[in-house]
T-cell receptor, first 111, second 114 residues
């Protein structure tokens, strides 16, 4: 049972435009959500997180939105840059260090 | 501050052998978690250690084990290797356990089982 789902395996966006990556979850016990970025042959790099008591968190070009009633979160990257091309994972946890990851979305930024 | 380090970075083993992977967390971090990444299953949680005690465990067979030392460094062992154990093994560290907190990942050890 996939508790965290990223339904889009890939996304292609033009440089300078907005990238929107989506993630759905099923476990209502999740209360902390994170986005990680991963380049090939490297470990995931932490991008941004959000607690379930918030519905939005912003850090520079990155904004994460959480809709608890829909069990949905999204990552917005504005403006998108070529260096943003990577695989993005959303992850969730429920008061433990056990992170449950989505399958990832490969983002490609086209010049 | 130095990040999470993992050794070795690459490893080739044959079926039936055993392997030990090492992880040094960020200085001051006491929680170390291990994950397996495969193309088919994505990133899956193996286990977490905090203060030399296993705090959480994922759904992996007993061939996968770990331990943590007093300096928070952790090792993961896989015995009787199978072809399906070929994967990227990632270690992540955080300050504490059992609280909402960000984990930081190392570069991983890529294991190939022939």
């Amino acid at each position: 049972d996939q508790q965290v789902k990223q339904n889009s395996p890939s996304l292609s966006v033009q440089e300078g435009r907005i990238s929107i990556l989506n993630c759905d979850y099923t476990n209502s016990m999740f209360d902390y959500f994170l986005w990680y970025k991963k380049y090939p042959a490297e470990g995931p790099t932490f991008l941004i997180s959000i607690s379930s008591i918030k519905d939005k968190n912003e850090d520079g070009r990155f904004t994460v939105f959480l809709n608890k009633s829909a069990k949905h979160l999204s990552l917005h990257i504005v403006p998108s840059q070529p260096g943003d091309s990577a695989v993005y994972f959303c992850a969730a946890s429920a008061q433990t260090q056990k992170l449950v990851f989505g399958q990832g979305t490969r983002l490609t930024i086209n010049p | 501050k130095a990040g999470v380090t993992q050794t070795p970075r690459y490893l080739i083993k044959t079926r039936g052998q055993q392997v030990t992977l090492s992880c040094s967390p960020i200085s001051g971090h006491r929680s170390v978690s291990w994950y397996q990444q495969t193309p088919g299953q994505g990133l899956q949680f193996l286990f977490e250690y905090f203060s030399e005690t296993q705090r959480n465990k994922g759904n992996f067979p007993g061939r996968f084990s770990g331990r943590q030392f007093s300096n928070s460094r952790s090792e993961m062992n896989v015995s009787t290797l199978e072809l399906g154990d070929s994967a990227l093994y990632l270690c992540a560290s955080s300050l504490f356990s059992g609280v909402v907190e960000t984990q930081y990942f190392g570069p991983g050890t890529r294991l190939l089982v022939l």
